[in-house]
């Protein structure tokens, strides 16, 4: 196996890991970031912008881009936004989770019924039917997919109509069908990144997720990267939980579950049955090849569990503003030698991801410090860039 083509609505990290794991690597992804360029053999635009787009996306179109190439794929891997990919419309092996597998885990609320019977701790969930017993405050969340963007808080029954009202208007794909109502939990935001074959599964990390953080994201609940290691006194019963369910749901490859770390115990909030955006920071800070790994599930085989060289932090910075990316703002994001690099020419939409930053040290506060300086120096300059171009 060597030619490989990722297709996906962001695919950069997963198209570096496997041009590092030395496959020829393709992309058909929806930004086509200068450091995606750079790792891919080849790579074009995915011709979709929306979530509506993703689901409408015709398979006779991704076979014409794939013959484009110019290569004979030996697998095919999907990324977010196409993990419900149908595998018999695409003429290589799918590295992927079955699309039933996939349906099952991705989806909220019959996530929380599985894990009801199974007796694991999580938010429990109302269904439209359910209003008038709703235990405020709750959290309103798509039943898939979203990275947090959409999510929304309510403390009573008016802020939920409220709400409901407002997230149908985003997105018209959002009905009482496709949103979940679920209990708001206190605690911190984690992940655990697994590895898993049909009868094994290997716990490679557990990491700290970064979640609606004020100097990387205006949105309350915008996901904003990972640190990895998250050190806690719940992360073997977190490990154990999270090996059960991808065992459970018959999941293969690299796939996360997301946890909230509470006084109570560690309480799971959704199965991401995938790669995870966490994939940078575990690799850099448990020095393995997620996207190797990966591959070698679909063989049967599992790696050594790896051990923490340090912490590694990835940190997202979003745009607050319609943002022109010029020759000056370029050359400052590429000095931060993060990744996600937009190209130049480029526009980032407000509330949109601009770049990523990473840091590797010794200390969790360290990274975080290292984040937050990096995330100053580009706002700082993209405020004193716009106040120059309005007087």
Request: with cysteine; glycine share 6%; aromatic share 6%.
């Amino acid at each position: 196996m060597q030619n490989i083509l990722v297709i996906g609505f962001s695919t950069r990290n997963v198209v570096c890991s496997a041009n590092r794991a030395g496959y020829t690597v393709c992309s058909i992804d929806a930004f086509r970031d200068l450091d995606l360029q750079e790792c891919a053999y080849k790579s074009t635009f995915l011709e979709c912008r929306t979530v509506e787009e993703l689901h409408q996306l015709d398979a006779s179109r991704i076979k014409a881009q794939m013959s484009e190439f110019g290569l004979e794929f030996d697998a095919v891997v999907p990324g977010s936004g196409l993990e419900m990919l149908d595998h018999k419309d695409i003429p290589c092996p799918v590295l992927a989770n079955s699309p039933d597998a996939m349906q099952k885990a991705s989806d909220k609320l019959y996530l929380s019924k599985r894990l009801e019977a199974l007796g694991i701790p999580h938010p429990r969930c109302y269904s439209s039917e359910e209003l008038d017993a709703i235990e405020y405050p709750i959290m309103i969340k798509p039943v898939s997919g979203g990275g947090g963007i959409f999510n929304r808080v309510a403390r009573n029954r008016q802020e939920l109509l409220t709400s409901l009202e407002e997230l149908y208007k985003l997105n018209p794909e959002l009905t009482e069908q496709t949103v979940v109502i679920q209990e708001f939990l206190e605690g911190i935001p984690s992940s655990v990144s697994l590895l898993s074959t049909k009868n094994e599964a290997l716990s490679v990390a557990v990491n700290e997720q970064l979640i609606g953080i004020p100097w990387l994201s205006r949105l309350p609940f915008a996901y904003c990267g990972n640190i990895t290691p998250f050190r806690t006194d719940q992360a073997e019963e977190m490990e154990a939980l999270a090996e059960e369910l991808v065992l459970e749901f018959k999941l293969l490859g690299s796939n996360g579950v997301d946890f909230l770390v509470s006084k109570k115990g560690p309480a799971v909030l959704e199965i991401n049955p995938r790669f995870q955006g966490s994939l940078d920071t575990v690799e850099k800070a448990m020095n393995i090849n997620i996207f190797e790994a990966h591959v070698g599930c679909f063989r049967g085989d599992l790696p050594e569990k790896p051990e923490a060289k340090g912490f590694a932090a990835r940190g997202i910075i979003y745009s607050d503003r319609e943002l022109f990316i010029d020759g000056k703002l370029m050359d400052l994001i590429l000095r931060e030698k993060g990744a996600d690099i937009p190209c130049q020419g480029t526009v980032a939409e407000p509330d949109g991801p601009l770049t990523s930053l990473f840091a590797c040290t010794s200390t969790r506060e360290e990274a975080v410090l290292s984040l937050k300086r990096g995330a100053d120096r580009i706002k700082v300059f993209i405020k004193n860039q716009t106040e120059r171009k309005s007087t």
